[in-house]
């Protein structure tokens, strides 16, 4: 039982303890840290979430549930800030609870990463190319067979911004702020032309008479109640924890903290500001789909370009399409970023494989490792029906969210005197109300994905039990005088 719950130290944490081969050129700066962060919180659903939950949860009481879940990740955010600026490593939640929880807990949160992250990877290609398809056909181009193109284009995107990761940060950095731009103009787009076409009546007084469903319970918390409601405060706060799910991304931010100059100051900052913003954004495209169209009159299927469409201004439809495919493209991009960054650290601490901790000395990228998560999204996205399976994603997400709250209470207690970047106010009742909220998103997903996510944890904990406890650094004998097993402070 020791062996399993022995502790990563802090100053091991935060340094290089395996070699400059194993080292990450600091790239980012607090600017780059906000786009990182647009990248992977806005995409395609930004265009379609607000009208889907207003049409069958919430009413236009939707603003609320944006609001609410706004809030919720806020908390979220600003827990990882914290152990962020306290821990500025590559590993994320993993190291954080590596530090505070243990060895076992911290392979479990790193499965769950692995989760999360590599199938996010597959299920967005497949999005964009569904999305890419669409508007070809959109622009009047005829596509001969649509499942064969999509699969190509599963292919090419992976390939394409999987190699640009593996061959230089830099670059893709530069091409993230280049897309991130233009997808923000497409977003501005349509808040400045739908904001004439509003109807202040179609808000209401935001709130709708909640609707009990005859369709079985499926979530967790549906089972417990009994039944499956709509409308009302429940759906409005039901409709907060889909809601919630699009902000998902920021803690894919604090993965870069290794790669961040100054990142006991700069990473708060990133994480933060990148996801007030990405708040601000969803709110006002929300107030623009409700206040165009009636929320019974909102199509589920393409609630903001039919919209559009019902107020008489097609174009539009055009440059949703361009703003969906670009959104798309840099998520893919900062997911492949976050779970190479994971992936080195459970490397380099021995959990994995080492090799997949190498630096390229040519291209200063952790390659090889990057390499391999684009093979194998490519054969999950190619041959697995993903996009069933996207509350796996989530859940895996949201596991972290909770041990990172209780890291932040947990580490104040047991590691006051560690310096912190930034530390989150009123605590331990912010972090316990992080908490809170990331148990209800997770009461509010189906049990199916509870038990899917119970198998992947009991396999990942055999392989940590056969291969991980055995070859952990931790586990072998340290030699106190040489170097490369201390870590230095930047």
Known sequence: MTRILRRLSPSEATGLRTGARHSLAELYRPADLVVLGLGVMIGAGIFSIAGRQAATTAGPGVILSFMIAGIACLLACMCYAELSSTMPTSGSAYTFTYVIFGEVWAWIIGWALILELQFAVAVVARAWATITVRAISNFGVRVPDEQLVGDALVLVILVLLAGVVALSARVGLRALWVMVSAKLLAIGAVIVVGLPHIHVANFGDFHVPPKTLPTP????????????????????????????????????????????VNAPKAMPKGMIRSLVIATIIYIAVALVMVGMVSYTKISVEDPLSSAFRAVGVDWMAHVID????????????????????????????????????????????????????????IVLAEFVPVLTMQELVVIGTLFAFAFVAAGVIVMRRRMPYLERGFTVPLSPLLPALSLVATLWLMVNLRVVTWAWFALWMAFGLLVYLVYGRRHSLLARPRDPVEPARGRHRR
Do not use: K, N
């Not at 998520?331 to 997949?356: E, K, Y």
């Open 217 to 260: 319970p499926a979530t967790v918390l549906e089972v417990l109640f009994g039944q499956s409601q709509v409308f009302g405060w429940f759906g409005i706060f039901a409709a907060a924890s889909a809601i919630a799910f699009a902000y998902i991304g920021f803690d894919v931010v604090a993965t870069a903290a290794e790669e961040t």
């Open 322 to 377: 361009v703003g969906a495919v670009l959104g798309l493209s840099t998520v893919i991009l900062v997911l492949i970023v976050g779970q190479t960054r994971v992936l080195f650290s459970m490397a380099r601490d021995g959990l994995i494989p080492g090799r997949l901790a190498a630096v390229s000395r040519r291209y200063h990228t952790p390659s090889w490792v990057t390499l391999v998560i684009g093979f194998v999204a």
